[in-house]
């Protein structure tokens, strides 16, 4: 008898999403064949499974045994248990007794002393934090060591050892960095957290819009725009979202601006002429951080709406929903999830329900007025 597989199933649209919990991956499948995977993962045998398809839908036995075994082979594959990239890569050393930086950030009455141990640890934090920096603190709730050490990025917190990562996986450890912090901030593990969005959270109060699409395609300039129009940036580029309410968690990390955006953006906000400007050679480009105007870093909202954003040059606006199946597609990919079962469903459950939306624009004044529309919706 095969071993069975933990899966979730959830019906969208037309398909079928799966959620395979040893590999915390999801599949978006034909309806048919996610009935022949629940029937596999049962134990029903091939032949029996093969029968009835191939009746169902006149196809040749033969044919219909081959595709099942491929099906079957598949479904072993995933049920393989591998190591996450979030997962730690080397032992735990000893801190550093001196760092060259200390930093203090308040968010809220939660104040949290940084230390990094060299200006490289601290570009990998700091710009993003910059606006939150206080002067020196003798008091703080919480401790975090940021050191590189034999090739290793090293992060600390509360004299815990959280993990390291090697030099091509920078952006795990910011990650890791960013999910220790929000912990901290709203006093949630990360179990309580049904995943983190790589996406802008946009709020006018009552509900939260997330906003995503590709780098390049004006998600950080439609945010800043939108922020200077009346509503409120409440993360952007990681996005959290919890388990028990179901809803957007402020992140209190600044919105990067693209040197391309400037001459858009400078109108609005004339603090950027002489803001700070990042290299950031290996991503290509070059950035500057704008303080999101958010003033209540514990704020949580609802959110119903997920929108895909893109600036296109002299491009007509265009706002319509689009597939839920196409949407999850582009989400989950650059998303943190978790790989808890109960929180998978919750996920699951949760997108189901969402509206989903592409919008084109090159007028920004029509972007405002289109947004405001799915505000109000």
Known sequence: MTKKTEIQYKKVENKTIAWFKNKNQYLVLENTTAA????????????EIAKEVSKTFSLPLDETINFILELKKNLTDTDADVSSKESIKSEEIARPNLFAYTKHYQVNNTVFKINYLSEKELSLVHPKFAHLDIDTSSSFNHQFDVFIANDFIYLYVDHNFIGSWNHTEVH??????????????HQKEEDEWMGVFHASAVSNHKKAVLFLGDSGNGKSTSLSLLQANGYTCLADDFVPIDVKNKEVYSFPAAISIKKSSLQTLLPLYPELETTAE??????????????????????????????????????ALTCHKISKIDAFQQLVPDSWLSKKEENAAIFLEWFSNLNCYQLTYSNN??????????FKD
């Not at 290996?282 to 704008?290: G, H, T």
């Not at 303080?291 to 491009?315: G, Q, R």
């Open 172 to 185: 795990y450890f910011q990650g890791k960095f960013s999910m220790e912090f929000i912990q901290k901030i």
């Open 278 to 315: 990042y290299h950031f050679k290996k991503l290509n480009k070059i950035v500057r951080y704008l303080k999101p105007n958010n003033t209540n870093f514990f704020a949580h909202l609802p959110c119903n709406d997920l929108v895909f954003i893109k600036y296109e040059k002299d491009a």
């Open 36 to 47: 022949i995977l629940k029937q596999l993962n049962n134990n029903v045998l091939v032949t």
């Open 365 to 374: 004044n029509k972007m405002i007025e289109a947004v405001a529309n799915i």
